[in-house]
């Protein structure tokens, strides 16, 4: 049988933060403390027996805040490692699952979000930092870097991910609007053909930015087909 009490304080100090949990979102703070304004406290926030907090931590702020009083949850059953399945409210992304790794120091996960800050930055803000996520990530097939991320199990090539960054800048030069070259389908197609032709030739990626047929392909293996077939073509 669960295990859970049903408690409230005003002493906010009780509780403790988890190494690896997301961090306050602003935006998310201010749309709960307009909520509490209009409705009241709706949901407890929920703790583990160390009054770690599990779920909640913008509602905790609020609370305080607000200086109203926090109703919780004490659960001996809920798990800091499954702390990503119990926050509910807003799903975690491999973003969320990297940095926690990194907090935990994980290395690959600490280098890869300082270069995809700095991508995110070069590009003001065009190359995500999910996708620089994706970029950097070793393996270069459709596997989920999400789950990898989630298991820890990331590891990122770097030496690869600037080649097809560069590419990447290069195809930006195409200035159709419809056409987002720092897309993580083709930064994926761009991997493949790193790959398959034992490097990237600069040059004939500039020939493929004056091509706008790229924005007709969605699907991932249609964008690598087509990018092979003109990467043949300029390669004789």
């Known amino acids: 049988m669960r295990q859970m009490y049903l408690k409230s304080t005003r002493s906010y100090s009780i509780f403790n933060s988890i190494i690896g949990n997301r961090n306050l979102d602003s935006k998310n703070l201010k749309?709960?403390?307009?909520?509490?304004?209009?409705?009241?406290?709706?949901?407890?926030?929920?703790?583990?027996?160390?009054?770690?907090?599990?779920?909640?931590?913008?509602?905790?702020?609020?609370?305080?805040?607000?200086?109203?009083?926090?109703?919780?949850?004490?659960?001996?059953?809920?798990?800091?490692?499954?702390?990503?399945?119990?926050?509910?409210?807003?799903?975690?992304?491999?973003?969320?699952?990297?940095?926690?790794?990194?907090?935990?120091?994980?290395?690959?996960?600490?280098?890869?979000?300082?270069?995809?800050?700095?991508?995110?930055?070069?590009?003001?803000?065009?190359?995500?930092?999910?996708?620089?996520?994706?970029?950097?990530?070793?393996?270069?097939?459709?596997?989920?870097?999400?789950?990898?991320?989630?298991?820890?199990?990331?590891?990122?090539?770097?030496?690869?991910?600037?080649?097809?960054?560069?590419?990447?800048?290069?195809?930006s030069l195409n200035n159709n609007p419809k056409f987002n070259p720092y897309s993580t389908t083709t930064s994926r197609a761009l991997k493949r053909i790193n790959k398959r032709f034992k490097g990237l030739d600069y040059k004939i990626i500039e020939k493929i930015t004056k091509k706008n047929y790229l924005i007709c392909y969605v699907n991932g293996g249609d964008q690598y087909n087509y990018l092979v077939d003109l990467y043949n073509k300029y390669k004789k």
């Open 31 to 171: 749309r709960i403390k307009e909520s509490i304004n209009e409705i009241g406290l709706q949901m407890p926030i929920l703790v583990n027996e160390n009054n770690s907090i599990i779920d909640g931590q913008h509602r905790l702020q609020a609370a305080k805040e607000l200086e109203i009083p926090i109703t919780y949850i004490v659960s001996k059953e809920s798990s800091e490692e499954n702390i990503d399945q119990l926050q509910i409210s807003k799903q975690w992304t491999s973003y969320d699952f990297c940095s926690r790794n990194a907090l935990k120091g994980n290395k690959d996960c600490q280098k890869a979000l300082n270069i995809a800050e700095e991508w995110f930055i070069e590009t003001g803000g065009k190359l995500k930092k999910i996708s620089a996520l994706t970029l950097l990530e070793k393996n270069t097939g459709i596997g989920s870097v999400s789950k990898k991320l989630k298991n820890n199990t990331y590891e990122i090539d770097v030496e690869q991910a600037i080649q097809v960054y560069n590419a990447l800048n290069i195809l």
